[in-house]
């Protein structure tokens, strides 16, 4: 069974451009998550689909991040314009059913540098 | 609202020694914790879960960590550290249900570094 598979790896932009962050969940994971590591800081939780809909998106920062996961397979994470602040560790992780109990599997990450 | 609080963001050992990563919880409800693992360059990977069950966890790579309520901890050990538990170890919890369900919150992450 393939893995969550986060891409780009890296990337890295200038301050002001955008950037798209895909992720691609293990094959019939209805459930998908994005968390982020700010450097220095604790991993946080930024949104939860269920298939296309947003579950729970309370972790988003603000309007210039933008989740998307058409037709509830991959999803992306758009960040436009991207800020410095915004810099860190992306991570994205998939479960089959809801609730902890059955854990879920993260990616690799994506580390985003803005420059 | 859940926290957790792990004491000491770095840890250093030598090989053949014990591991101890501390991890403390709050939460209103039973929580379900976890230990993940992040190896240089590499995803975060599940080490152990507690979910309610058995209160001593036994997980990958010899690792365990007992749940006390009473103390409202999720210690992590390893009797014996080998050079390649090197890695960054991240305590998180999560609710069973309400507005956090499917949530985790992690801890800070403590650097563990293995001495020869």
């Known amino acids: 069974e393939a893995g969550v598979t986060q891409f780009p790896s890296h990337s890295v932009i200038e301050k002001g451009q955008t950037v798209t962050l895909r992720c691609d969940p293990i094959?019939?994971?209805?459930?998908l998550y994005w968390y982020r590591r700010v450097m220095g800081k604790e991993i946080k939780f930024l949104l939860h689909?269920?298939?296309?809909?947003?579950?729970?998106e309370s972790g988003m920062p603000n309007n210039r991040f933008l989740a998307e996961r058409t037709g509830g397979t991959y999803s992306t994470l758009k960040v436009q314009p991207a800020e410095l602040e915004d810099s860190g560790v992306y991570f994205c992780?998939?479960?089959?059913?809801?609730?902890?109990?059955?854990?879920?599997?993260f990616g690799s990450g994506t580390r985003l540098t803005v420059v | 609202a859940q926290s957790v609080t792990q004491l000491g963001s770095h840890v250093s050992v030598s090989e053949g020694a014990l591991v101890l990563l501390r991890c403390n919880y709050s939460?209103?409800?039973?929580?379900?914790l976890f230990w993940y693992v992040q190896y240089p360059n590499q995803g975060l990977q599940l080490l152990l879960k507690?979910?309610?069950?058995?209160?001593l966890v036994k997980g990958i790579n010899g690792f365990e960590a007992e749940f006390k309520k009473s103390e409202t901890s999720f210690h992590l050990t390893k009797p014996s550290a080998h050079m390649r538990d090197a890695a960054e170890y991240f305590c998180?919890?999560?609710?069973?249900?309400?507005?956090?369900?499917?949530?985790?919150?992690f801890g800070q992450g403590t650097i563990l570094t293995v001495h020869p």
């Open positions: 939460s209103s409800v039973p929580p379900y």
């Open positions: 998180a919890t999560g609710g069973a249900g309400g507005t956090s369900y499917g949530k985790l919150t």
């Open positions: 992780a998939s479960s089959q059913a809801r609730g902890l109990a059955y854990g879920y599997t």
């Open positions: 094959s019939g994971h209805d459930n």
């Open positions: 689909f269920v298939k296309e809909s947003k579950q729970d």
């Open positions: 507690y979910t309610s069950a058995a209160t």
